[in-house]
């Protein structure tokens, strides 16, 4: 009965637990701006576990710039677990808003998620977003910022994405199937003890 017991707990700690290695794989990042790439000059970025982030030291306007300025980002994010599925992404954003007395700096998002749109504005740091989508093991992610330094100073110096997700349909069976088993497991032994 003891082997059946721990075979059940195998089954079921295989079943759900994810993988210690478990992380987004980050891909075809590409950067541009309308300012001869002085926005996107000295970028970095860093990822950790489901976090990916891009730091921006140049992406600030100030005194009524002209044109607004615009940084565009794309990046697909893809779970390394073959049993998990992304379904959302979490977008934090923070910089830098003083207003000069004319009116609220400000910057305009239009973002895109496996076809799936938002758009907004935030006139504070940190700002957020939540996009989702169907689960996928991939996300395509692109953004588009424009700033509007309503002659204050406007800017945005890093951006940090957080992706959320579900396992997929075949993990939540095998996780019902063990503590189905796990459950019948304890049947039997009562049983055998009476």
Known sequence: MAKVALFCAVIL????APSSQAALI??????????AGDFISGFSS???GYTWTLNLPNFQQSN????AGELGLGVTLTESEPR???TSLVITWYGVFQSAGFGEPSVHFEQLANGNSHTGTFSTSPAGDIISFAPARS???????TLSDNGGIAGVS???????GVPEPGT???LALGLALLGACAVVKKESRQ
Do not use: C, E
Not at 26 to 35: A, E, F
Not at 64 to 67: A, I, K, L, V
Not at 139 to 145: A, E, G, I, N, S
């Open 158 to 164: 890093r951006i940090r994405i957080d992706a959320a």
């Open 172 to 174: 939540i069976s095998m």
């Open 139 to 145: 996300v395509d992610f692109t953004t588009l910022l």
């Open 84 to 86: 998990q599925n992304l």
């Open 13 to 16: 700690s295989a079943a759900y």
């Open 26 to 35: 980050v891909s075809g990042v590409s950067l541009s701006d309308n300012n």
């Open 46 to 48: 860093a990822q950790s």
């Open 64 to 67: 009524f710039s002209f044109p």
